[in-house]
């Protein structure tokens, strides 16, 4: 009966082993092999960029970060308000926490001058020292949300406007590995977000 009682503890230890190692967060993107013939995983991609406090903003300023990135226009009066007040939920549960940050790209870098990018800023009550409203050429936008792996793009024609972008939200962590794609429109995943971000930085 002892030896029967200690398998079992012993059993449900794997289980629960086992059950911690599925919560880990996949590494996402093809993955390469480099000249030692070691993996290499796929890296998110390098920027250079102004903030709203005209300020330069690179990748390398998130080095050793986890941060979350997405694609929005200040004009925009669909999706981006709710994308950026589900930003703030993040920016606010994670307010004491300097290993996080916040990166939202502007497909409409024309309109969106720092200054702009500063009002929108101020009117979504985005702390500048956590989360960056960036803005470059309209090209460069364009080729990192490819290397994102989501969709922003220029539609117009004609000579009418029409920039187009999706919700998602996604995960980066300190190696520049993408972790997770969210979609920035429902709660429940801006709530899986939140709770990634945590697993992720009790891991650094």
Known sequence: MKTFSLLLVFTLSLVACDQRMD?????LGEP???DNGDLVHYK??????????????????YDG???????????????????????RLVQDHFEKEDRLGIIS?????????????AAYADRYGVDGSKWALLTG????VFELAKDYKVRAFDDSMGGQSNIL??????L?????????????LEKTDVSRLIGDIEQLLKTM
Do not use: W
Not at 137 to 140: I, V
């Open 23 to 27: 919560t880990s967060l996949p590494i």
């Open 32 to 34: 390469s092999i480099d």
């Open 44 to 61: 998110a991609p390098s920027f250079s960029f102004t903030d709203q406090l005209n300020q330069h903003v690179s990748n390398e300023d």
């Open 65 to 87: 970060k986890v941060h979350v990135v997405d694609f929005f226009f200040s004009t925009c009066p669909t999706i981006c308000p709710v994308m950026t007040g589900h930003l």
């Open 105 to 117: 790209y502007s497909i409409d870098p024309k309109h969106d001058t720092p200054e702009q990018l």
């Open 137 to 140: 050429y309209e090209t460069d």
């Open 165 to 170: 972008h999706d919700g998602t939200f996604v």
């Open 172 to 184: 980066i962590d300190d190696q520049r590995r993408i972790r997770g794609y969210y979609n920035g």
